[in-house]
């Protein structure tokens, strides 16, 4: 099993940044897909982005080219860096593990974008 705990979300004006942090329990170089999920009120859960433990990723055509995804194995975390946010990013940030030996999620951070 893995936890996830992530952190860095809050409340930021339209146009600024936020970087959100996922640490696991365990080393998650033997995690095939990290990920972040966003879910906003009404919505339903979407992928945001994700990084293979190979390196390769891949982008929500909403946030291409204003979020980066990476991945730091040495100490066990993952990050989405947000820049250019706008209020239709509003939403609960949840982190994700896809491994051979299940699917696991954090507890979600709230990321509040006021226009």
């Known amino acids: 099993q893995v936890q996830l705990v992530e952190s860095g979300g809050g409340y930021v004006q339209a146009g600024g940044s936020l970087r959100l942090s996922c640490a696991a329990s365990r080393n998650i170089f033997s995690i095939n897909v990290m990920g972040w999920f966003r879910q906003a009120p009404g919505k339903q859960r979407e992928l945001v982005a994700a990084?293979?433990?190979?390196?390769?990723?891949k982008y929500a055509d909403p946030v291409k080219g204003r979020f980066t995804i990476s991945r730091d194995n040495a100490k066990n975390t993952v990050y989405l860096q947000m820049n250019s946010l706008k209020p239709e990013d509003t939403a609960v940030y949840y982190c994700?593990?896809?491994?051979?030996?299940?699917?696991?999620w954090g507890q979600g951070t709230q990321v509040t974008v006021s226009s």
């Open positions: 990084i293979t433990n190979g390196g390769e990723i």
């Open positions: 994700n593990a896809a491994s051979l030996d299940g699917d696991y």
